[in-house]
């Protein structure tokens, strides 16, 4: 049996990579801040806490991730865990850059130490590409953070390749682009529209209003995406991948369908100029033909139709 650790097992995608694993037959150990005081809802969701073993650990001590990886002996490591939110990082940028970099590098340096040939999954960002010079975004185009959080994730980025480089370590870097799933947080904007719909119709709130809908980002849904996750780490040589769905869909045009599709009108859309960003990235895709050609990644869905699927999860599990 193939043991991983994985981090930030608590949100979206680390739930979803737990379900994954744990069907593969993989012993699970999820990474936690405290065991009193972990969200675990996504996993009873998902049924799989009793699947996983839950271990404290703050990642920014470097003698705690050592202490965990020599006691559960990892073949693989995802590393998932990070102060994920643009709009967070804009007001805590000194705690996000200061977690999302030295999360990374205390685990690279435990696994050159303990064990080089334990194998290592690095949540990178299509954030990370920021101002753009050209579309689709692919493995080699420009970095150019717009945020802490995007520099924080660039930084990550390239510790991961050094260690690959200068280490030999197996070492990589999925590039993923938004993904969305009825297990996202509540305060991304898809996960926002859909529960702040819902709330509409419920007669709790009469509208919802959201900073720059403007703005055309490439979206996905969360459990295809971790598949490619795992097949990074399955290879005979390490590498770094875009994983997208090669399409940007206005956020204005995810609202409206959402609000269409529940029968709200789209008076009940409303725009607050406090709510912008600093900086953002007006329009940004990518390719995946990477991941489809040496991962053999296969994914298809239009993001109108993952639409479909979270508005019926959303609306099956709203209480009012
Ligand atoms: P998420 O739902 O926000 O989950 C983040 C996880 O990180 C949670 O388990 C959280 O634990 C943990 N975490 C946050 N701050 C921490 C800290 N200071 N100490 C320890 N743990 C901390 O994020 P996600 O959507 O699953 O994304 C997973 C990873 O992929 C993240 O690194 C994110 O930046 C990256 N990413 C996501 C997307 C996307 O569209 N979802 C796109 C590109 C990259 P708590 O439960 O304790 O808060």
């Known amino acids: ?9 608590t949100g979206q995608d680390g739930a979803y990579l737990a379900k994954f694993l744990t069907d593969k037959g993989y012993k699970v150990y999820g990474l936690v801040r405290t065991l009193s005081g972990a969200s675990t809802f996504r996993l009873q969701y998902l049924n799989v806490l009793g699947k996983v073993e839950l271990v404290e650990c ?27 939110s643009v709009s967070l990082s804009f007001k805590q940028p000194i705690g996000t850059i200061q977690f999302n970099i030295n999360s990374v590098v205390n685990i690279l340096e435990a ?30 185009s420009k970095l150019h953070p717009l945020s802490p959080y995007a520099i924080s994730k660039v930084a990550a980025h390239h510790i991961t390749i050094n260690y690959r480089e200068s280490y030999g370590l197996y070492a990589c870097c999925g590039i993923l682009f938004n993904h969305e799933s ?15 719909a ?68 789209e008076s009940a859309i409303r725009v607050n100029d406090n709510l912008f960003r600093p900086t953002d990235i007006e329009d940004i895709y990518g390719s995946s033909e990477k991941a489809k050609r040496l991962l053999g990644w296969d994914y298809h869905m239009n993001f109108f139709e993952v639409l479909d699927l979270l508005i019926e999860e959303e609306r099956a599990n709203y209480v009012p």
């Open 198 to 265: 819902l709330d509409i119709l419920a007669g709790k709130r009469e509208y919802l209003e959201f900073g720059n809908i403007q703005v055309k980002r490439d979206f996905g849904y969360s459990k295809s995406y971790v598949e490619a996750m795992w097949l990074m780490l399955q290879q005979d040589k390490a590498d770094d991948f875009v994983i997208c769905s090669g399409r940007s869909v206005a956020l204005y045009d995810v609202v409206r369908y959402i609000f269409n599709k529940l029968g709200i009108p």
């Open 111 to 140: 696994i050159r130490l303990i064990n080089p040939a334990i194998r290592f999954y690095q949540a990178s960002s299509s954030e990370m590409f920021g101002k753009i010079d050209e579309l689709p975004i692919t493995e080699e």
């Open 182 to 196: 009825y297990l996202r947080g509540e305060h991304f904007i898809v996960k926002k529209a859909l529960t702040g």
């Open 1 to 9: 049996m193939k043991t991983a650790i994985v981090s930030g097992i």
């Open 58 to 84: 703050d990642l920014q001590d470097l003698s705690q991730v050592i202490k965990i990886i020599l006691e559960t002996k990892p073949a693989e490591i995802y590393n998932l865990a990070a102060q994920s």
